[in-house]
């Protein structure tokens, strides 16, 4: 019997069930009607009894890892070794201009500015990177604002300022982790004790640091003691030259490199590098409903055929112990007809053709090239 069957057990001993089995053992030659003294005497003790059982089948699923939920599952991840991965905050870049278009020098670290919108997130400035830019971090947590990109107006006064403006963002944020996705960490049967710059130990460190989504680990890629990390960002795209170096500083500093004064052990000489982004262009013959045309189905299934794409992406750092502990990833052309047919209106689709080859994908995975699966053009012929 499993934590949930027992539990779901208890939960049918209710009120009705107690007083079944309180008055089964009260002779026949006593009224147990409803109403009667004997029923009306047992009735306390058998909602307290009602409560109890609500009360252990509670206890039961938030004693097993398997049925945990929220602090309860959080309590059974310390004892595990790690911690539930919390939110991080949007690092945006901006541009600043006067009204003449000219580069203003004079925002500064700590000036606060915010988006346009009903709810508008608000951002502060925490580094300049130049005349006229500067790196911005929201001061909301969660993926939220990893979208937003456009105009920010100032919250702090500046007369100079005419124009600010989000063009960029390097660092993504990520959600806080949710009670399935930790679930299945601390239930994975690929966990290994991370110890001593292993490859379990890599990932740890990887998944401590806050801007990181996910990453791949190459031992020995150059020879003993060399070690390559891809990394992507937490919207599971290529990290950016900022996050890259964010990453090496912290496990293995540039300009100690090996000397162990990051995460990696004395002697680890660590390579940090994003992946190659693997742009894919679909095109497919669909048939729609006689009332609408094919125009009008296109957004629909570029943002279906890109769901699909993210969740392969979520894929992408799981290791395949089937082929020697490496790396594998398919874009399978039917499981992208099968989100091209779940659009309202579509009728029939021909199989789609990727990058001009009626043939999946496998992408690339080794010590020289790590490959990541990004929709490029999606092409509909009526």
């Known amino acids: 019997m499993s934590p949930d069957e027992l539990a779901k057990q208890l939960e049918t001993q209710d009120y009705d069930y107690w007083m079944d089995k309180a008055l089964s053992k009260v002779p026949d030659t006593v009224d147990k009607r409803e109403g009667s003294i004997i029923y009306d005497a047992l009735g306390p003790a058998c909602m307290a009894l009602a409560e109890s059982s609500m009360d252990l089948s509670n206890v039961v699923r938030q004693t097993y890892t398997l049925t945990a939920q929220s602090q309860f599952l959080d309590y059974r991840a310390v004892e595990k070794g790690t911690s539930r991965q919390t939110a991080t905050s949007t690092e945006a870049a901006a541009k600043f201009t006067d009204s003449d278009g000219n580069l203003v020098t004079s925002v500064q670290v700590g000036d606060r500015f915010a988006s346009l919108g009903d709810e508008p997130i608000f951002y502060t400035v925490t580094e300049i990177i130049g005349d006229g830019a500067g790196l911005l971090v929201a001061e909301v947590s969660g993926s939220g604002p990893n979208s937003y990109r456009g105009q920010i107006l100032p919250v702090t006064p500046n007369d100079s300022l005419s124009w600010a403006e989000i063009t960029d963002v390097p660092v993504p944020a990520r959600d806080e982790e949710t009670d399935d996705h930790l679930r299945e960490r601390l239930l994975s049967p690929d966990t290994y004790n991370a110890y001593g710059g292993n490859v379990a130990d890599y990932l740890d460190m990887l998944s401590d640091i806050e801007a990181v989504g996910a990453g791949q680990v190459y031992p020995a890629w150059q020879g003993g003691g060399t070690v390559k990390l891809v990394v992507v960002n937490n919207d599971l795209r290529a ?73 392969r992406r979520k894929d992408w750092d799981n290791v395949d112990t089937t082929i020697g502990r490496g790396y594998k990833l398919t874009i399978y052309r039917a499981q992208i007809l099968s989100e091209i047919l779940k659009i309202e209106g579509v009728v029939n689709a021909s199989m789609p053709v990727l990058n001009g080859s009626e043939a999946d994908i496998d992408l690339k995975f080794d010590d020289s090239v790590s490959q990541l699966p990004v929709l490029g053009t999606v092409s509909l012929n009526g």
């Open 239 to 311: 990290a950016s030259t900022e996050l890259i170096k964010s990453v090496k500083a912290e496990i293995d500093p540039e300009e100690a490199s090996g000397q162990g004064y990051g995460l990696a052990p004395i002697g680890h000489q660590v390579t940090v590098v994003a992946p190659d982004e693997l742009r894919i262009d679909v095109t497919t013959t669909v048939e729609v409903q006689s009332q609408i045309t094919v125009a009008a189905v296109q957004s629909q299934v570029e943002t279906g055929i890109e769901d699909y794409f993210q969740r």
